[in-house]
């Protein structure tokens, strides 16, 4: 090579010269093709590292017609369950050798959803990942053109989407039959914003767990995944010890640690102790949660799983586009801490990690 090659990038037909082959040769070597003898591929190897070469994502796209990059479609990821979901999916998508471009919803309108998927498809993804865990963007989802492969995450099961779900049902069964263990009879619940799926799910699982015990189910209170929303139906629940001593709650469970966290001041400002005279438990597995006082009783959700499930799922539609229809379900784990039962030893009690329905 002369002077003037040294001085800009090597190319393709570099790499070729240097490994003595044709520079088709060398890109079906880069794009995986089968037909190529293991012998010429170890020599453009050796070629490629010598030179530095640093293959150009938009030819290698052109060649192969894939741009080896992930759409993802986010929204409230201000919170702790989206945030950690979609860095679980970046971390994933990586993992696999792509890139992962992200639309972030300002609005969840069908007209936000359209254009956010309008616009990764100029940026010319190979697939998209849709996290939707409101029932009308799922829904929204549903009705509009799907030009590349698309996996729902947090929702979809029902639409006939691939999709890939934790299963918020058992979470709250397995954290309300904890505390009918304990013997609490008269259970609450601080409930996340109704649109969303997953409170829907958790709100399902408590029901459905008191009324096969034969127990009142009482009316749940409302919340919006904030501390400050758990504070105040904490403030209610503190209320109830003012009354019939019959009627005020043994135990509550929140759907997601952060309300809980509410709860648990609103209790302790006003003298009632955890778990003595109420017991308390979260939904999340956030990290702050075994710092609480008392440490927090949760329901963990593996969102490493989700986000490698999810990006396999993908994958695997963009590589069999007549793949069957797949739904995957990534089982939680009750992690059980003192604001439960201080008695009791703190432990783990896990599901499968991934089911397919």
Request: aromatic share 6%; proline share 7%; with cysteine.
């Amino acid at each position: 090579m002369d002077e003037a090659s040294d001085r800009r990038p090597p190319t393709m037909e570099d790499v070729a010269q240097v490994a003595g082959v044709s520079h088709q040769t060398v890109s079906r070597v880069l794009s995986g093709h089968p037909n190529v003898r293991e012998a010429t591929k170890e020599c453009v190897r050796r070629a490629i590292a010598e030179l530095g070469y640093r293959p150009n994502s938009v030819a290698r796209a052109l060649v192969t017609g894939r741009s080896r990059t992930l759409g993802v479609v986010a929204a409230n990821t201000t919170l702790f369950g989206p945030a950690s979901i979609l860095a679980s999916l970046e971390y994933a998508a990586r993992r696999e050798g792509y890139l992962v471009a992200s639309v972030g919803l300002e609005e969840l309108t069908e007209w936000a959803l359209g254009r956010a998927l309008e616009r990764l498809g100029i940026w010319g993804v190979d697939g998209v990942l849709v996290m939707t865990p409101h029932r009308h963007t799922v829904e929204a989802l549903a009705r509009l053109p799907q030009p590349f492969p698309i996996v729902a995450v947090e929702g979809g099961h029902e639409l006939g989407f691939p999709s890939v779900v934790v299963d918020q049902f058992s979470g709250a069964k397995a954290v309300t039959e904890h505390l009918l263990s304990l013997g609490h009879t008269r259970i609450w619940h601080v409930a996340g914003p109704s649109q969303w799926i997953q409170a829907e799910g958790r709100l399902r699982g408590w029901r459905t767990t008191l009324k096969a015990a034969g127990l009142l189910v009482p009316p749940h209170l409302g919340g919006d995944w904030s501390p400050a929303s758990g504070y105040a139906a904490g403030r209610q629940i503190a209320a109830a010890f003012h009354g019939d001593a019959r009627s005020r709650p043994t135990a509550v469970f929140a759907a997601n640690d952060h309300m809980a966290m509410g709860v648990i001041r609103a209790l302790n400002e006003t003298g009632i102790r955890i778990p003595q005279d109420v017991a308390v438990a979260g939904f999340d597995g956030i990290p702050e949660g075994g710092y609480l006082t008392p440490p927090l009783t949760t329901v963990r959700q593996d969102f490493t799983a989700v986000g490698y499930a999810g990006v396999s799922l993908l994958l695997q539609l963009i590589e069999e586009p007549g793949a069957p229809l797949s739904h995957l379900t990534v089982q939680p784990e009750l992690v059980i801490g003192a604001s439960t039962a201080g008695s009791v030893q703190a432990g783990v009690v896990p599901g499968p990690a991934v089911a397919a329905d």
